[in-house]
């Protein structure tokens, strides 16, 4: 349930869409727990799930052979809530994720390794205004009607990732996404969604030479959200509001009926890396084209909305570390424009909505232990400029924004004996970002972590609570989210 594309079908809190996107979504693929605990630093924070490598920083599976280290299988467990007024009109009062899973990863020999991931999750959307899809800020088309409830999905998640080096120069890999989740409303008009969710994950890596590596990915997707209306509890028939954009919109009554939404579409990369023992550099681009069509009533299915989306994304990250000190800089840099567009098929020459998206980005890091102490201290600034427009054309809503959003991180981290450490880190942004333009402005976020993690033998134990707090200037509302993470490790 976790991943949709960048419009996540998981946890729907009110910083979905770019708000993923902006966290250098691609920097580290892997599950980066340290690193989430120190503050999220991640630009010159050295740490296994977090290299400067093709699949740290990228997620390509061909280089999982080379990223191997020991054998390992882990249990985890997870529980998040977040909760408050100061969000989008569609969004939750207040989210409640759980999940509990296994990962492992295993060398089937000298040439093949294997990593994947089960989990089973439990995702409590709760007082759910009007709302009746699981992301109401996907595409301009969504449903409504006039009550609020409360939605409960559940439903597995499997991830897996595959290499084979075919000679010493060639390693290709392949991998897959899979969710599948049901939801049901809990109050009239009690619309029952099935989430599926499948995307692929195909990779080629040369070694041109010692030092530089080319990657080539290929990620195919296809997203389906079926909604299927029976007639209610209270005995009397459904009637919802299907929007096309913010200002058309028709009223529908009926006992049964049902919508599909399918998104399909891919991703096509290409990799750059320079690694030496000093300096790492490494590039990815990335083009993206998706497209979502949504249809009416399974008898005789009408096409009522058509949802494309283009993406054209470079980002770079470089790390030096000197020979003489035990410190680390890193640099980081991100272009990435967006154009999202919408029609409706019986209105095909009709532009409904247009949604262009600009993001530069720059950004800068350094980390430094003290032996003595063995004392990690990690710190980095993100600077983000937005070009934001949201033209709805049927309401006649036009939006544009330039804005500047600023993101500092900090993180500490003592260790004793090699068995014992301790953790503590703080994120602060100072402007949260929607696509959509229909978060409230001016929101700051404070996001503070601790954690710890314990090695004996072959068991390594992690932990990290999590609280977060998002405010606006002037403005009593508010929106909190505390979380829980504990894993279980087990090297072979």
Known sequence: MRRFLGMNGGRLAA????????????NAWADGLRTSTLGNCSI????????????????????????????????????????????????????????????????????????????????????????LEIDQYNDPFYLTDLTTGDFLYYGPTTRVDYSLRLTPRVTIGAGFDYDISTGLKDVYTRPQVVHNYFKGNIGVLIEANRNWLLGFIARPVRIQNRTEFDKTDEGYDNQIYRYAGDGIYEVRSFSSYSIREVLWGGEFGVQNFIMTDRIKIGTNFTYGLVQNKIRYNATNPEAVGFWQDKTYDFEMLARYAPASVPLVL???????????????????????????????????????????????????????????????????????????????????????????????????TDYLIDRWLKLPSNMDRFRFTWGWSYTWHFWQIEAQLLNARSTRENDDRERRDLSSILWFTRSE
């Open 330 to 428: 890193g640099l980081s840099g991100r272009i990435m424009n967006q154009d999202g567009w919408a029609k409706r098929p019986r209105f095909n020459n009709v532009l409904l909505y247009d949604n262009p998206t600009n993001l530069r980005s720059a950004g800068a890091g350094a980390s430094y232990l003290m032996r003595p102490v063995n004392l990690l201290v990690s710190a980095e600034y993100v600077l983000n400029a937005f070009d934001i427009e949201a033209n709805d054309y049927g309401a006649n809503s036009f939006k544009h924004r330039e804005i500047t959003q600023n993101i500092g991180r900090f993180g500490l981290e003592y260790t004793a004996y090699n068995v014992f450490a301790v953790r503590a880190g703080v994120e602060a």
């Open 44 to 131: 010159a924070l050295l740490d296994e799930d977090n290299q400067l490598n093709p699949y740290d920083f990228g997620r390509n599976p061909a280089y999982l052979l080379s990223d191997f280290g020991d054998a390992w299988v882990r249990t985890n467990e997870s529980h998040d809530q977040e909760w408050g007024t100061l969000k989008r009109p569609y969004d939750p009062l207040l989210v409640d994720d759980s999940y509990i899973g296994v990962e492992g990863r295993k060398r089937l020999n000298e040439r093949q390794v294997v990593w994947g991931r089960f989990t089973y999750e439990r995702l409590w959307q709760r007082e759910q205004s009007r709302s």
């Open 15 to 26: 910083y979905t869409v770019l708000a993923v996107v902006l966290a250098s979504a691609s």
